[in-house]
């Protein structure tokens, strides 16, 4: 087999549906090669499982077209298995049976059969329920069937069509953790995987590459690269920022994708535009709070301080090398600075402001005022947070009600983590005190703000 060629690719599809010809899908090209997990955002009806279907040879593109291994590809794709949302299992059949219905399409023995349908029902752990029937089992355990059903067949690509969105949310997360475990120790002969997902963290936890759809009709909007595998775990500053970035791309439907990305990636950018990634500016939707980088105030201070020191300004890469951190580190910070009103990024410098500049030059307790002001004018989420102590009589706030707001900003992991950085920031400053254990924040009496 030739290293070169995808295991398969689509070009340039287009699909429309009806007799108006509506467009579903337009001047769509992706490529799948050997040891890839892609993932494909997007809103509702922007073609996502439209795609799946054309890859997977289950239905025809309207023009241009898909391709197995560099040959056109004509009829169902034998390489390409699914799994689908609403786990599509037979009410009638056990999991044995329902696991061998797989195969049906594949000359073989009965008993070769079943021997390889007991083999991809343990290794989706679910030894023990071959005789069980649909009805009796947990949604967690019928999508351990939908996945043993595709996987049975061995097939060269997985295709995964939302498939822990019908899951409460501890299910879908043991789930994909087997998932992804069985994927990084290559024990599944797949040799690629196609996931649609409406979770941006599912998308940036599992994901080589990442495709953000846009509709009206279905394109691509961009492609981005996603995190290498060190980085995928919930605390780095690397995954806080693309889990930002791809939400402001879809927050931002109608803008430049490519734009956005430039814009919040200014050390290099890592996103290459698909073809249809047009300039289509409109005006940006007002969000209700920025997206705090996952940063300790401790480095923020830090940061300014040493910039500060050394004339207020110092080149990113410089900065990088002298206090020996990661430039998607430093940035993260260099962007909490910027927020806070204390230094900014030009041209790949770091530049303080006069208000960042005094901050540097004054002693503890002008220093702890200055941020007190910054933090209160700036930073949306300390300014509510202050609001709402100050307009309830016992002065008290659950960190619960705050994270429950957050989440019709945030998805709940990212609301948690916002609430925390918040905390941290408003905890310096000095605007309230929070008592982990009773999850109770109270306003600083001293500092009120007037
Ligand atoms: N067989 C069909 N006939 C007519 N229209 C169809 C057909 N299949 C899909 N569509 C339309 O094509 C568009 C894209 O649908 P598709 O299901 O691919 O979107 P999607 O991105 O998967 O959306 P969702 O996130 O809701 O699953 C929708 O407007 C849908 O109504
Ligand atoms: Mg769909």
Redesign the pocket.
Known sequence: MNDTVSLLEARDVMKY??DDRRP?LEHVSVELNQGEFVALL?P???????LLRILAGLMKPSSGDVRVHGAPLDGPNPNVAIVFQSFALFPWLDVLQNVELGLLSIEMSDDDRRQRAVKAIDLIGLDGFEEAFPIELSGGMKQRVGFARALVVQPEVLFMD?PFSALDVLTAENLRTELQDLWLAKTMPTKAVVM?T?NIDEAVSLADRILV?GANP?HIRVELKGLPPSDRTTKSAARARLVELIYRIMTNPDDDAMAIVEHSQLDRPRAVASPRAGRRPAPARARRYQVLPDVGIDDVTGLVQYIGGIGGHAAVHDLSRDLQMRTDDLLSIVEATNLLGFGALQDRQVVLTPIGTRFADSELDEEKAIFRAQALDHIALLHHIVRDLETTPTHTLEAERVIDQLEHSFSGEEARRQFETAVDWGRYAELFTYDDSSGELTLDEEHRPT
């Open positions: 549906f009806g579903v997007g509702s009806g922007s073609g996502k499982s439209t939302e649609v409406h759809f279905g």
